[in-house]
Each structure stands twice: as C-alpha cells, then as structure tokens.
C-alpha cells in the first residue's frame, strides 16, 4: 500500500502542470482601486454589423464599393450569479495558437438590474489584436458597476489582420458605430435593454486603439496622415482630417472620457515619413477629458515625440493627464499576462508570441493593477461623478520622489504628498503627468 501511494505521488509530480492562464491577479502591493469591485462579472459575446461601410480592402482605380461590416464584441456587466468562472479560449498573436484564459467572469449569467442603468466603456485593441487582449480591463470595470464592450476590429485581429489601411480608416468608425449600436441594443428588445447608458460612455484604446480614440476624441489628423506611403488608399482617410465634416460629426457628446493607452501616429518620422498624424491645430480639436498611458522606452508609437507630443497638444482637453511607466516599452499598461503558451516558439512568426504581451522591464501584473487603478479613478470622476476620485489623479510628478510622512493609525502627517492609493515606496518608477494651469 505504501509502494503504491508513493508511485502515485511521484506520477503527480511528474506529470506536468495544465496552464492556468489567470488575467483575474492582483499583486498584494496593487494600488487602492487595482482591485475587482463589489458586483460579480457575467460575460456574453454579441455581433453587430454596419451596413453600407466603405470596402477599404477594394478601393482601387476610382472604385468605392461598399460591404456590411460586422464586429464580434465581448460585453461584461454586473450579476448577482455565483456561478464558476468561464474560461475563454482565446487565439493568439500568431492567429493561429489557441490558450485557455481564466478570469472571474460567469458566461451568459443574468445582469444583475438593480443598479442599472450602468455606464458604458468602450475597450479597442491594436493592430493586430483581439477582443479578449485587455479582458483583465472589461471584467475589472464590470465589477465596479460598468458595462464593458470590447471590439473585435474586422481586418484587425490576429486571425484576420489585413493591409493597415483598413485599420486607418474603420478604427474610429468602429468605436462610434458600437456606441450607437450598444444605445439600440439597451433599447427596448434588446439583448442589453434596461443595462447599460450609452448615453454616458467612456472609450479606452490601446496602440491603434489610442489612435482612434485620438480622433474620436476630436483630434482631426494631417494632409500627412492621408497620404502615409504605407497607410489608405486614395486620399480615403481625408474624412478623418481637421475641419472635415465627416470628422466634425464623428464627435459624439455621449462620449464623456477617454483613455489612450500608447496611442501609434504622431512620430511618422520613425518609419522614415515626413510629417505626422496631427499637428498642433488638430490636436487642439481634442474636446474630451483624456488620460494617455505610456511607456517611457516605447519603440513602436515612441514616447517623446510620439505620445508626450499628442498629450501636449491636447491644450483644449477639459482634463489631460498621463502615467508614465519608466523604461516600459509599447507593451506598457494594456495587454493581458502573456499566456502559457505563448511562450513557445512560432514558426509562423519567427518569433515567441510572448514578446507581444509582455514588457522586459516591468510585470505585467504589476502594469495591469496600476492601469486598473487610474482607469477605475479616471471613469468613476467622469461617467459616475465620483468627485473624491479627483484625487487619485491629483499627484506629484514623479512617484519616486513624493514623501511618506504618515502616523502609525494612516493619518497623513503635515508634508506627507505620496500618491493617493498607493502603499509606501510603490510609486516608483512612475510618473504622473497632468495640465496643472
């Protein structure tokens, strides 16, 4: 008896461990607001489908051809279910390797009604990306009392990335297309009736993402932009340019905040083209509260001329801010943990998959905690009117240097200015940026 239960115990250690891809941590040392709220998380997967979008991949010769264009959208909300948590099945950065993700939400639970209405945010990945790529983010905001609605970018994922013009042009079309379509799916009938406000929307981007939401936020772009070598064909991104009209009514007053995570444009001249995306007269044109996150060692949107440039010339912004994550790259704040499997080579790619989830400077965890945090602070300030939020963004430039002055019972002593929400020596390495006039 004893033979056997020792064989059984070394084939237990043998065996090799199944991966537990979890984008549901958070770090003992996470900021005060890191952490998942109150409400239980439901998941549910929706399709919707804009009829009559110009065909992007087909523009040649003159030719305008049209097509319906459908995106996949994955939405957390608020239940009162107790259920086991659902693992998603995910395809990663190859578009071809498929992971098991596991986070805390219930799929297809009822929504929890009783403090519905709630408000919406929008979340849109990067080229390429997919819904799921900051799925951490959704169900952390579910369960702070927000619908979240994360879009699958037609031609813009892993398993469908097609030429980046598309992607130029339908990225801030997508993000105000699904806030026109959550407000009728909140209608009456609808799968989301009753449960969400799109009339009191936020929209978070990552990478491309941010470039949309730069522009959804009101920022027309360049004669640059249009005409990027690499970028849409035949002059077609004009109706994103300043003082076009079909820009002026992208503008949507239901859109009260945006975060943009790295957002890719501004610096052209990294990928040898003259000019950039905005200049100062478009950036000006940014009329929404706007919180950018960035990595300061960014080689894909760059983060001096890149990032900073766009957040500087946000002048017209009713609030701008950015955190500053020190020596992160382009993978800073957004993607989830890189899954298990990932972490193999791709013969497809060349390449480890891994690379584009994670940062060799800072944990992922670590990342994601504090972009929950300030996302959590930023969207309670302005979609809920949460106004002791305000402070969780009213903070001294750098992390590193602010001071721990507090008694033993929590009581700030006089000249104590670390940052609201964090423990002791956890802001460092970060920077808080913000228009202090």
Known sequence: MLRIAALAAAALIAAPALAEN????TRPDAPELAAYGPHAVAQRTLSVTDPGRLDVLNVKDGARPTYDRTLALEVWHPTAAKMAPTPYEVTLRDGETTAMIVGKAQRDAPPDMSGAPYPLVIISHGYPGNRFLMGHLGEQLASRGYV??????????????AAFGSTLYNRPLDQMFVLDAVAKMAGAGGPLEGLVDASNAGLIGYSMGGYGAVISSGAGITQ????????APEGILSRHMTGAEEHEALIDERLKAVIAIGPWGMELGHYGQTGRFWDAEGLAGIRKPILFMAGSADATSIYETGIKAIYDGAVNAPYRGMVVFENAGHNAAAPMPAP???WAMSEKLGWAPFAHYADAVWDTVRMNDIAQHFATAFMDLHLKGDADKAAYL?????GGAATWAKEKDGTPKEGHTYWTGFAKDTANGLLFLTDRE
Do not use: M
């Not at 979240?148 to 990335?161: C, G, K, L, P, R």
């Open 148 to 161: 979240a609605v994360s879009i699958d970018h037609t031609d813009s994922t892993y398993s469908d990335q």
């Open 22 to 25: 979890r984008i549901d941590l």
């Open 394 to 398: 009213d903070l001294v430039e750098d």
């Open 224 to 231: 640059a932009g249009v005409d990027l070598v690499f970028g």
């Open 340 to 342: 298990e499997e990932s």
